[in-house]
């Protein structure tokens, strides 16, 4: 099975930082590699599939690059409303692995 | 506006068996496959399995092969998530999600959530 790896687990930042979470694999990947935001007591919330296409609604702060094993998800510039846990996820013929989580917290 | 509205949190003994629901509404429920995601307390995120209403064509995650049953009932565009003989490890908040697009590669639209807790 394809082992995920997000870095750093926490991340402690300031508003108006930019701010980049790594997810890398144990092995080659698809591109259908995404990134959710979870805040505590909520379902997550899905930013980004396909390594980089933004779902419909969320801010352009948000961006997703990355192929073979190395995937990144930058927010351009963090705001209030950011503080929260991100996940990769990655998807092939019907196995689903999500990463550890990245927990980003006010400095 | 398409929604999972996920059945109320459960407090079962070890041993015993739950079966929670999912119920769709806003879209068709026969198009997209349905997930189920575990979660346990301060831990990341696990897909367990997932169903395609139309046929209920079911594949599970590995770990979770034989300690689950997803289901549907089409006639209440409801799926379901049976969990067998449980163990205080079942303590965990349990998410269903789809993706309102084929094939299921991300999940855009969540459930809000079972919490199941289980007693020994």
């Known amino acids: 099975d394809i082992q995920m790896t997000q870095s750093p687990s926490t991340l402690s930042a300031s508003v108006g930082d930019r701010v980049t979470i790594t997810c890398r694999a144990s092995?080659?990947?698809?591109?259908?590699l995404a990134w959710y935001q979870q805040k505590p007591g909520k379902p997550p919330n899905l930013l980004i599939y396909?390594?980089?296409i933004l779902e419909t609604g969320v801010p352009s702060r948000f961006s997703g690059t990355g192929s073979g094993t190395e995937f990144t998800l930058t927010i351009s510039s963090l705001q209030p409303d950011d503080f929260a846990t991100y996940y990769c996820?990655?998807?092939?013929?019907?196995?689903?692995?999500f990463g550890q989580g990245t927990k980003v917290d006010i400095k | 506006e398409e929604q999972l509205v996920q059945s109320g949190a459960e407090v079962k003994k070890s041993g015993e068996s739950l079966k929670i629901s999912c119920r769709v509404s806003g879209y068709s429920f026969t198009t997209f496959w349905i997930a189920w995601v575990r979660q346990m307390p301060g831990k990341g995120l696990e897909c367990m399995g997932i169903?395609?209403?139309?046929?209920?064509?079911?594949r599970y995650s590995p770990p979770f092969q034989g300690q689950v049953t997803i289901s549907v009932d089409k006639s209440i565009s409801t799926a379901y998530l049976q969990l067998h003989s449980l163990k205080a490890s079942d303590t965990a908040m349990y998410y269903c999600a789809t993706r309102l697009a084929n094939p299921a590669h991300s999940f855009d639209l969540w459930g809000q959530g079972t919490m199941v807790t289980v007693s020994a």
């Open positions: 092995q080659t990947l698809s591109s259908y």
């Open positions: 169903i395609y209403p139309y046929d209920s064509d079911t």
């Open positions: 396909q390594t980089s």
């Open positions: 996820q990655h998807y092939v013929d019907f196995r689903w692995a």
